[in-house]
């Protein structure tokens, strides 16, 4: 088959296609918020639908103990390569809403861009790999590999039943190779391939002082304030430079590599142009670390929101009875989840200010992830960009977390290809996400590009 023959089909379609997406983007499937489950389930359903008319078979939910993962194969390509595509269709909350400038859950085009909660993170690349293998089917009458879709709705809560439900059906979803568009591009003109991605360790503290709130002009001077010891006990978790300074934080962390370090300097990584894109005067965090490292190589511990007292308007003299901060860290290899939580929970249990009790409630975790770049299906995904983009993609490590990819690699013993589309700059999990329709049309060319070409590419690790 000639690369022509789905570029002609992709074009054709192209306006039909955009509109499928929209309409999936339309379901609010926040998968945090236990108001919206039933918009979650519809939206499970929808794609499952989708994927029966692109061809796919066997095409079912699979219950889980929150929201169901959306299942099909295809398996009609004799002696080629197994692929399982994993994606996700649940997304962040939108709020805060007012910021904006159209409805979260209508989606709008505007200056080439897609705007809409999930457009980039991950309906519209999940969506992607429907439609290049529609054009695949509709232009040849099947399919150059075999596939298996496993698509859930827990993403964006940490996969909480993710490992239960790969037990369950670990036989049905074995395959030579896990497809993942999850990931970001380097740059609009630079693709990129993903090898390694940082985990996740997740807690609140939860900081309690008197028995209720107090009237600031009678017991102001003597009562312990919980948001003012909530405060001073955060100021523990770094010093001035941005370093954290929990023990035995770093104790697991690798050096990077001289081989990589040297990559990433001949990326030109560009810390002017961050801070203008993020609209600040200076960068935080290790000094000794540049900004490339810190953002791909080195852990993090951040504070994600803080709350407690009086927020309302006008002013309101009390002394805040409680107070609770959420905090989040980003791994490397060799450190694992629960033991950053322990380390975090200890040293905050330890510093407790006087007058207050100081409790920590564990919560998501998952494990980073590093593999060889040297695959031929990795290798291959380079390829495959280049024939679309017209630049061969730069293989590169991403900050944010991704926790099925350790999960899958570890439970079906498969090589992870992470093939990314979107960009750093379009504000998923913020508001206005959006989705450059650029990178939807060179994506599905790439897509197609790779799997026609998988089977030749595996040829010699599958004999």
């Known amino acids: 088959m000639t690369e022509g023959t789905y570029d002609a089909y992709l074009r054709a379609h192209r306006g039909t296609h955009l509109e499928e ?34 061809g796919f078979e066997h095409v079912e939910l699979w219950p889980t103990k929150g929201h169901p993962v959306v299942y099909g194969d295809w398996l009609h390509a004799d002696g080629a390569p197994t692929v399982v595509v994993y994606g996700h269709y649940d997304v962040q909350p939108a709020d805060p809403l007012e910021l904006w400038q159209t409805p979260p859950f209508d989606p709008q085009v505007r200056d080439g861009q897609l705007y809409a909660r999930g457009a980039s993170d991950d309906k519209g690349p999940t969506f992607m790999h429907l ?23 827990e993403e964006e809560i940490g996969s909480a039943h993710l490992t239960e439900c790969l037990e369950a059906h670990l036989d049905q979803l074995r395959g030579d190779l896990l497809v993942i568009s999850d990931t970001t591009m380097l740059g609009p003109d630079q693709p990129s391939i993903c090898y390694g991605l940082r985990g996740l ?69 560009d810390e002017a142009e961050l801070m203008a894109e993020i609209s600040v005067t200076e960068l935080v965090g290790e000094p000794e670390h540049p900004a490339i490292e810190r953002l791909w190589t080195r852990p993090t511990l951040e504070i994600n929101g803080i709350y407690g007292g009086f927020q309302g308007e006008g002013t ?35 510093n407790a200010p006087k007058g207050v009790k100081v409790s920590v409630q564990l919560a998501d975790t998952g494990e980073p992830y590093v593999t060889p770049f040297d695959h031929p299906a990795i290798q291959l995904a380079a390829d495959a960009y280049t024939h679309a983009y017209g630049k061969r993609a ?40 959006h989705f450059a329709l650029d990178n939807f049309d060179k994506g599905l060319r790439t897509l197609c590009y790779y799997w026609l070409h998988l089977p030749e590419a595996l040829s010699g690790e599958r004999a």
């Open 21 to 54: 997406l929209k309409t999936f983007l339309r379901f609010p499937s926040v998968s945090t918020d236990s108001a919206h489950r039933g918009d979650v389930t519809a939206c499970a359903e929808h794609l499952a639908e989708l994927a029966r008319k692109v």
């Open 316 to 350: 309101k003299t009390v002394i805040p009875a409680e107070a609770h901060a959420k905090i989040t860290c980003r791994l490397v290899p060799h450190q694992t989840g629960r033991s950053i939580q322990q380390l975090l929970a200890r040293h905050l249990e330890t």
């Open 201 to 269: 360790a997740a807690l609140q503290v939860d900081v309690h002082g008197a028995n209720r709130d107090l009237h600031s002009g009678l017991y102001g001077g003597a009562a312990p304030n919980a948001v003012h010891a909530l405060v001073e006990l955060l100021a523990t978790l770094h010093d001035s430079e941005g370093r954290v300074t929990v023990p035995g934080f770093y104790d697991d962390v690798d050096v990077l590599t001289t081989e990589e370090a040297e990559a990433y300097r001949e990326l030109h990584f």
């Open 394 to 433: 730069v293989f590169t490590r991403m900050g944010g977390s991704i926790p099925v990819v350790e999960t899958f690699e570890r439970m079906l013993h498969v090589p992870v290809v992470l093939m990314g589309f979107g960009l750093n700059t379009e504000n998923f999990h913020a508001p206005n996400e």
């Open 131 to 153: 439609k290049a293998f529609e054009a695949l089917l509709s232009t040849t009458g099947g399919l150059p590999v075999n596939v298996k879709l496993f698509l859930e709705g």
